[in-house]
């Protein structure tokens, strides 16, 4: 079936440094992609709609230049945790639309980033 | 305002019990209704996806039903065993679209 690869899984960087997430969209092209953040116990949290070959929509009170997302091609997104502090800290989940019938959406393994 | 509703928050339920999970959505246009079974520290993992005219689809020890009508959808889960523990996500997309609502949850705890 269907995979969305997300990598790294997890990630430790210092406080001030960028990171970046890679989400890939295996056997399947994907024209919409959506990252979400979680929380200890809570629910996903929608951060930004990305469309292949334009910008992303991002949430309200999400920190467009924070957090810089790119769809360059139909199969990866990336996004960006620039500048990150521990309060950046979390578990950041990618997710992809397939445009088959239903269009259904798979998610990624998510990654863990942990800002020290 | 396109809203998903989930119910109840948790539940604890013993092993081998049947337990149902409680979803009610505003969104419109509708397109579709998803479960996804979400592990701790782990990705969503769909269970079912329901279009208008389905009313109910099943996934071995899991059924979904939809009531296009009434809004609202339910996860039934069968039989429930430890690995059910996990957090339940319904999931509904806007007809044209797609962009999904996510529904904040059931956490679901499943004693031996």
């Known amino acids: 079936g269907a995979v969305v690869s997300q990598h790294p899984s997890w990630v430790i960087c210092k406080s001030g440094t960028s990171v970046k997430i890679e989400c890939r969209s295996l056997?399947?092209?994907?024209?919409?992609m959506f990252w979400y953040r979680q929380f200890p116990k809570q629910s996903l949290m929608l951060m930004a709609t990305s469309n292949e070959g334009s910008k992303a929509t991002y949430e309200q009170g999400v920190e467009k230049d924070k957090f810089l997302i790119n769809h360059a091609s139909l199969t990866l997104s990336t996004l960006t945790v620039t500048s990150a502090h521990p309060e950046d800290s979390s578990f950041y989940i990618c997710?992809?639309?397939?445009?088959?019938?239903?269009?259904?959406?798979?998610f990624g393994e998510g990654s863990w980033l942990t800002v020290v | 305002k396109n809203q998903v509703e989930q119910s109840p928050q948790s539940l604890i339920i013993l092993e081998g019990k049947n337990c149902t999970l409680q979803c009610n959505y505003t969104v419109s246009p509708f397109s579709n209704l998803r479960w996804y079974k979400q592990d701790t520290g782990r990705g969503p993992v769909s269970l079912t996806i329901?279009?208008?005219?389905?009313n109910t689809k099943s996934n071995g020890r899991y059924t979904a039903t939809l009531d296009a009508d009434t809004k609202q959808s339910s996860l039934h889960i069968t039989a429930s065993q430890l690995s059910d523990s996990a957090s339940y996500i319904c999931?509904?997309?806007?007809?044209?679209?797609?962009?999904?609502?996510f529904g904040r949850g059931t956490s679901l705890i499943v004693h031996p």
């Open positions: 329901m279009t208008f005219s389905e």
């Open positions: 997710s992809a639309r397939s445009s088959g019938v239903g269009n259904t959406i798979y």
């Open positions: 999931v509904v997309s806007v007809g044209g679209s797609y962009i999904p609502t």
């Open positions: 056997d399947f092209q994907a024209t919409t």
